[in-house]
Each structure stands twice: as structure tokens, then as C-alpha cells.
């Protein structure tokens, strides 16, 4: 199973980019990079998902090296309400991990003004 | 309306009682997960289903049953509470079919206190 290792936390002021690195050695082939945001008391909520180079969508970036052993969320411009626990999640519902979707420790990002 | 509910949404119980944490699904999902959340921690996964009458353990099985008799429903049964099961539950679902992981949607969660 892949784990990742993401930093416990991290600070950072409204208007800046907020760029979040999981490492995860030992993903396989069939496993996806997803990326979850989670408020105080709610379920967690997909924010993006790759599998390899870039991706990008209205509210973040996932930039995936070539090796895959590692992705970096990136938040554009954060905000006071991007103050949340985000994780990093590895695996795939097919080969893989087979619905063993483990999650991380999570990094709990506070934005001040 | 369509989503992913749990009830109940509070519960209080004692040592040793027999609890059951409900989770329906209108997507007709075929996975659908159950993860306990500590307070201050991160995410376990307990238990999750593949399919209806396909279930299979995650990292912290030990205290519960889960059961998958249709695809919608997929509770969380506690047998004989203990303290150390004091959280806040989670349940998932999620679709398959294209080997993604796909986006899992969240139920609100259901707190459970054990005293």
C-alpha cells in the first residue's frame, strides 16, 4: 500500500500561493494522486485528482514528477476560508489497492490576513 | 434529494451496547467506505465494500461489522462499544468502471460518544 507523508502543518498569508508536497515512494502503477480538502467538523471534499505531469482545474494545480513518487498541490491566491486540513490520498479502485483507500496524516494549512 | 446521508448524526451510548451507524447513497455507487476521524487526527479506514455482499477490512476493523445486502445501504455495526471508539464517523462512496479512484463523496459524518 502507498503511504504518504505530507508536512503537519503550514502557514501562510491571504493572497500568497500555497504549495503543498506529498511524498509517496512507493505508488504503483495503478494508483491515482487525489487531493482532499477538509473543514472543522465536515466530511472531507475532492479538490483535484492525476496521475502524471499537470493538472489544473478553477480551484488548484497537481504538479506530478516523472517518477510519481511525489505530487504538489498548489493553491493560487489563498484566502482566509482556504484554512482547512488538506490530504493527500494514493490508490486506485482497480489493480491496486482494491478500495483500500488510505489516507494520510493530512497538513493543516491557516491562513492569516 | 440525491447525496450521501448518515444516521443518526449524534449518538450517545454506553460501554458494551450494540450500536449501528447508518449510511444510504442515491448514486448507486458501487464502493462505499466507513472511516473513523479522531479528534485532531487524520482519517482510518475501517471497512470498505466493493459491491453488494463484497466487504472487506481497512486498517482499524477490530469492534465492527459491516454488512452490504443492496448497494445504496451500508451500516456500521459496533457490537459491544468500548470507550476507545469515542469518534466521528465518515462514510464514502464512489463510482468505478474507468480504474480511477474517482471522486469520493462524503457523508456529514455521524459523532458517536461512548461513555
Known amino acids: 500500500l502507498a503511504k504518504t507523508t505530507q508536512p503537519i502543518s503550514m502557514d501562510s498569508y491571504e493572497g500568497q500561493e500555497v504549495n503543498i508536497t506529498c511524498s509517496h515512494n512507493?505508488?504503483?502503477?495503478?494508483?491515482?494522486i487525489t487531493w482532499y480538502q477538509q473543514f472543522p467538523s465536515q466530511g472531507p471534499r475532492f479538490i483535484i485528482q492525476?496521475?502524471?505531469t499537470k493538472v489544473t482545474n478553477e480551484v488548484a494545480s497537481l504538479f506530478i514528477p516523472a517518477d510519481r513518487k511525489s505530487s504538489t498541490l498548489s493553491l493560487p491566491r489563498v484566502s482566509l476560508s482556504d484554512t482547512a486540513v488538506y490530504y493527500c490520498?494514493?490508490?486506485?479502485?482497480?489493480?491496486?489497492?482494491?478500495?483500500?483507500?488510505?489516507f494520510g496524516k493530512g497538513t493543516k494549512l491557516s491562513v492569516k490576513p | 434529494d440525491a447525496g450521501i446521508t448518515q444516521s443518526p448524526r449524534y449518538k450517545i451510548t454506553e460501554t458494551g451496547r450494540q450500536v449501528t451507524l447508518m449510511c444510504h447513497q442515491t448514486?448507486?455507487?458501487?464502493?462505499m467506505f466507513w472511516y473513523r476521524q479522531d479528534l485532531g487526527h487524520g482519517l482510518r479506514l475501517i471497512y470498505y465494500?466493493?459491491?453488494?455482499?463484497?466487504?472487506d477490512k481497512g486498517e482499524v476493523p477490530d469492534g465492527y461489522v459491516v454488512s452490504r445486502s443492496k448497494t445504496e445501504n451500508f451500516p456500521l455495526t459496533l457490537e459491544s462499544a468500548t470507550r476507545s471508539q469515542t469518534s466521528v464517523y465518515f462514510c464514502a462512496s464512489v463510482g468505478s468502471g474507468t480504474g480511477r479512484t474517482g471522486e469520493l463523496f462524503f457523508g456529514e459524518g455521524s459523532r458517536l460518544t461512548v461513555l
Open positions: 465494500s466493493a459491491a453488494a455482499d463484497i466487504t
Open positions: 448514486w448507486s455507487h458501487s464502493y
Open positions: 490520498l494514493v490508490g486506485g479502485l482497480q489493480g491496486g489497492s482494491q478500495g483500500n483507500l488510505i
Open positions: 512507493n505508488i504503483a502503477t495503478n494508483d491515482y
Open positions: 492525476g496521475y502524471k
